[in-house]
């Protein structure tokens, strides 16, 4: 809560700032209609139409189901200052991730804006192509536009509320992205501008319920919480203990087992029992 709350100063801050001429007195009002209102483990709805970037008619349905968990991201591509540093922060954590956009996980950016095109969409398809430096972005980063009540819907159901400043013709809105379910169910917020890579992958995998990532991905996971207070995965002290206790019992059973074969299989190249019996 206090990094959100922190969050919402620092947005404030660049809000004002971008508008040069506001007055301290201003600043609350400014940030009126800015915040997030968890709704997690909600569902989104899957009916709402958009454009993708291609210019082809699009449900939310047809990147749900898929068996892949969603970074999702409200947004608008004509966005001066925010909108970019989230973006960015989105693509620089992803793309050190070792799991695989596209085969393990999606991104969907939804623009705000109702007047924004799917050419401008597909500009910036581009443009994260080339931030992302990596495949995946063609097949698993869409970026959609469409009617203003369904971008607000879609808002609506995650907790994502925004303006619109008709003096600056710019909306202001929070940094934050939304972790979803393969079936659209809100997994996981994370504020900021600044995703770590750890929290991301965690994140992605928490609400892929363990589907995705290798065995020792979900061992990590098990050992850590979201602490939504620290903005990001702690260590549970009690289940690093119960792993590092589970993995001692398996090392010292290997230990043990390797040297009684090792023993029984001497014993048996002398013809003796693989065990030594005592002679009184």
């Known amino acids: 809560m206090i990094k959100r709350t922190l969050y919402m100063v620092l947005l404030g801050l660049s809000y004002a700032c971008s508008a040069q001429a506001q ?3 201003e600043k609350p009002r400014a940030l009126q209609g800015i915040d997030v209102v968890e709704h997690l483990g909600e569902t989104i709805p899957e009916d709402l139409s958009f454009q993708d970037e291609t210019g082809k008619a699009v449900k939310l349905s047809d990147y749900l189901h898929k068996g892949k968990p969603i970074i999702l991201v409200m947004a608008y591509y004509r966005c001066p200052m925010l909108c970019n540093m989230v973006l960015n922060s989105v693509a620089e954590s992803a793309k ?12 969907l950016t939804v623009s705000i804006d109702s007047r924004e095109t799917a ?27 469409g009617a203003s009540e369904h971008s607000r819907a879609l808002a609506d159901a995650v907790g994502f509320k925004y303006f619109y400043d008709n003096k600056r013709d710019e909306y202001a809105h929070p940094a934050v992205i939304m972790l ?7 997994t996981r917020y994370v504020y900021g501008i600044n995703y770590k890579n750890f929290d991301l992958k965690l994140g992605l995998i928490e609400a892929a319920q363990g589907k995705i990532g290798s065995t020792i991905d979900r061992l990590i996971l ?3 919480h979201y602490d939504a207070s620290a903005g990001s995965y702690v260590p549970v002290a009690m289940n690093i203990m119960r792993l590092g206790g589970v993995l001692t019992i398996i090392v010292l059973t290997i230990v043990v087992g390797s040297f009684w074969m090792r023993e029984s299989r001497r014993h048996a190249r002398n013809g003796k029992p693989s065990v030594d019996l005592p002679t009184n």
Do not use: H, N
Request: charged share 30%; proline share 4%; aromatic share 14%.
């Open 96 to 107: 050190t991730l070792d799991l695989v956009l596209g085969k393990d996980y999606m991104i």
């Open 23 to 25: 007055l301290i007195e």
């Open 222 to 224: 098990s050992c850590f």
């Open 180 to 186: 979803l379910s393969p079936e659209g169910k809100i």
């Open 119 to 145: 050419e401008l969409a597909a500009a910036k398809k581009t443009r994260y192509k080339e931030v992302f430096g990596k495949p995946g972005v063609e097949e698993g980063w869409f970026f959609l536009t």
